[in-house]
């Protein structure tokens, strides 16, 4: 059994687990920031626990490619109050997405059980904040920033590369006194990465786990999906499920995404399958 801790709640990761996304931006490219005031971000975190996520992840910085930098000051105002009344009123792992200090130690305060960061802790004070949380910490491969990272992304050895990025990053946060145990992986779907990147990444999850971490998977209605279906983004939810499914197959535990009842049947199913012994 893997059980990791996350704050509050401890989670058996040996079954799959659904994190719904909940992006609190004005200009969240898939939901057009409907979910931008408090309001409406608590009924679409109500919606994704009763369709049974594991974890809410709360974003305030749009990462998609190109998008406009946020403040500190504004991320913290679109962060710490949906994470405050999401802990007061569900029993659910908050997530946060931020690569922000003061994000990380306001949110952990109010009750954040994981922070999840695309950057990987590498902000400027990002490793301490996260270190004296005690969380669980999500690092996640990102070549160059979010305004460049989709010009013509190359590597020399991809996996390799992105393998060796991890470590590098694993190996500041144990010596930031983050625990070994408290660091999932992910390899960072879409974030300077062409098609074949992407794919490639996600046939060797297996090459992630093999450091002995955790894997979160973020593919959930990315360009990768309308790059081989040719579909725009409301119609890429078949198309996500079996970019999650593979992986799934491959020892990928965490799963971010937008629609999470979906998710939750499939991967149910899936595991009483894989689960199953001679009767
Ligand atoms: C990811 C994320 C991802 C993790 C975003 C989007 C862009 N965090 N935050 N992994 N993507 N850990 O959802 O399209 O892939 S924001």
């Known amino acids: 059994m893997s059980v990791m801790v996350f704050g509050d709640k401890s989670l058996d990761l040996s079954l799959p687990r659904v994190m719904g996304i909940l992006n609190v931006t004005p200009d969240s490219f898939s939901d057009g920031g409907k979910h931008n005031s408090l309001d409406s971000a608590l009924k679409q975190a109500e919606r994704m626990i009763d369709d049974g996520a594991d974890f809410i992840d709360v ?3 749009s990462t998609r490619p190109g998008a406009a930098v946020v403040g500190e000051q504004e991320e913290l105002n679109r962060v710490l109050p949906v994470v405050e009344a999401i802990k007061a009123r569900f029993n ?7 690569s922000t200090p003061s994000v990380i130690t306001g949110s ?4 954040a059980g994981l922070i999840n960061d695309v950057r990987a802790l590498e902000r400027e004070g990002a490793l301490e904040a996260a270190s004296s949380t005690a969380l669980p910490v999500c690092l ?4 160059g920033t979010p305004q460049t990272m989709q010009q013509s992304p190359s590597y020399s050895d991809l996996v390799d590369d992105v393998e060796r990025y991890l470590i590098t990053r694993i190996e500041a ?11 999932i992986l992910d390899p960072g779907i879409g974030f300077g990465k062409t098609l074949i990147h992407n794919t490639t990444l996600l046939n060797c999850t297996g090459r992630l786990l093999d450091l002995g971490h955790e894997v979160l ?3 959930s209605r990315k360009t990768m999906i309308g790059d081989i279906l040719g579909v725009p983004v409301s119609e890429r939810l078949y198309g996500t499920m079996g970019a999650n499914a593979s992986t799934y197959m491959k020892g990928a535990r965490i799963f971010r995404v937008h629609d999470v009842k979906p998710h939750v049947d499939m991967l149910k199913v899936m595991h009483q399958i894989e689960e199953s012994r001679n009767a």
Request: hydrophobic share 50%.
């Open 108 to 111: 952990a305060a109010l009750g």
């Open 59 to 61: 974003g305030g910085e």
């Open 140 to 143: 996640m491969h990102m070549r």
């Open 173 to 183: 946060s144990i010596a930031a006194g983050i625990n070994k145990e408290n660091i």
């Open 92 to 98: 659910v792992i908050v997530s946060v997405d931020t």
């Open 217 to 219: 998977i973020g593919v």
